[in-house]
């Protein structure tokens, strides 16, 4: 986790509900350098004598620094390319997000100005623990996987349709990428591939599947990027969203000011956001 206010987060490692170990003497950040050194691992000993230290109402920031890159998949879920009408890829479908758009998991969203459309995703997100490039097979994939986390992908359906171009314009919006609590190593999760995943806005149930109906898993995911990019320590993937987003809705369901976002995914967490107006 990292915690503390925007900008001035410390690293410290969960270890329930109540408590933390703070790690900032041993790494300054969760960031590229940590996560190229194997960072992690290194924190074992620490976690298992360090003091324990109570939560105290902090702030709550990603669980990582602001990476390299933010890739996404689109239309990863059979059910969700269903609802949209679009034919179930053959291939993972790449686009970027913006690095500034990450926040902490219960921090504002905050509608860009012109929107109209602004819509929510809960994903999976997958975090790259070391560089990586031209893997031979998906399972070689899981040795470079640092760990998974809670990510919103927020997006603008009026920018990422209707204006041309790349999907990015609809995806990059300040606050766009709420991600964490926590970061989960591999070790920590039974199954990846089968994972509950949920999302209400204002109370109301609006999202609820699995990461067993993916198309393309994470390890999958993981080698085919490899293909085409070197990934960097700490670089996030989103892997795509199950059905029951606002687009997909009949008739279509829309973000405005004073919503309440909440979601999550077994073993990860949860977060909560407020939708705020644009500046």
Wanted: a negative charge; hydrophobic letters at 35%.
């Amino acid at each position: 986790m990292r915690i503390g206010a925007p900008g001035a987060e410390k690293p410290v490692v969960r270890v329930d509900d109540d408590h933390y170990v703070d790690v900032s003497d041993l790494t300054p950040d969760f960031d590229e350098r940590f996560f190229g050194a194997g960072g992690p691992a290194l924190l074992a000993e620490r976690v298992a004598t360090g003091p324990r230290q109570a939560f105290a109402g902090e702030r709550i920031g990603a669980p990582i620094a602001r990476p390299h890159q933010i890739l996404c998949i689109g239309l990863n879920y059979s059910d969700h390319a269903a609802e949209t009408g679009q034919a179930v890829p053959a291939e993972p479908i790449l686009f970027t997000k913006s690095p500034n758009t990450l926040v902490g998991p219960d921090d504002d969203v905050r509608i860009p100005r012109g929107a109209t459309k602004t819509d929510w995703e809960v994903e999976l997100g997958i975090v790259i623990g070391r560089r990586t490039s031209y893997l031979d097979s998906p399972e070689e994939a899981a040795a470079a996987i640092a760990g998974y986390c809670v990510v919103n992908d927020v997006s603008e359906r009026a920018f990422q349709m209707e204006r041309g171009g790349q999907w990015s314009k609809g995806k990059s919006a300040e606050t766009f990428n709420p991600a964490g609590p926590w970061l989960v190593t591999p070790d920590e999760i039974a199954d990846v591939r089968n994972l509950g995943i949920w999302l209400d806005v204002n109370g109301e149930r609006r999202q609820t599947g699995s990461t067993k109906t993916m198309i393309f898993d994470p390890y999958v995911i993981v080698h085919h990027l490899s293909q085409f990019m070197v990934l960097e320590p700490g670089d996030l993937i989103n892997t795509g969203t199950p059905p029951g987003v606002g687009m997909g809705h009949d008739p279509q369901i829309w973000l405005r000011p004073g919503d309440v976002i909440e979601l999550g995914i077994d073993g990860l967490g949860r977060q909560r956001q407020r939708v705020v107006e644009p500046r």
